[in-house]
């Protein structure tokens, strides 16, 4: 099994900067890649920021240019830098990682964390 925990929401005001963590642990796995999910109330769960595990980032559009996605190996964490948050920003985020184990792969997710952003 893989855990992932979230860290880093909050409430900010638009404009403002959010850093979100997300350590995964677990033995017996391969983390391959690590992103940012997120769902706001009555939406659907969307993708937000990918990191490959050879380091290349994908991020949605409607976030293109004020987010930044990345990974340290080292310590098994993956991060998401917010800037210039907007009020449609406001969302529970999700860490997601794709992690393999002999030859099979499989997905885990964390259990979320709020950010809220106030206009």
């Known amino acids: 099994q893989v855990q992932l925990v979230e860290s880093g929401g909050g409430l900010v005001q638009a404009g403002g900067s959010l850093r979100l963590s997300c350590v995964s642990s677990?033995?017996?796995?391969?983390?391959?890649?690590m992103g940012w999910y997120r769902q706001a109330p009555g939406k659907e769960r969307e993708l937000v920021a990918w990191v490959a595990s050879g380091g290349s980032t994908n991020y949605a559009d409607s976030v293109k240019g004020r987010f930044t996605a990345s990974r340290d190996n080292a310590k098994n964490t993956v991060y998401l830098q917010m800037n210039s948050l907007k009020p449609e920003d406001t969302a529970v985020y999700y860490c997601n990682a794709i992690a393999s184990r002999r030859g099979s792969n499989f997905r885990y997710w964390g259990q979320g964390t709020q950010v809220t952003v106030s206009s």
């Open positions: 677990g033995s017996g796995f391969s983390i391959d890649s």
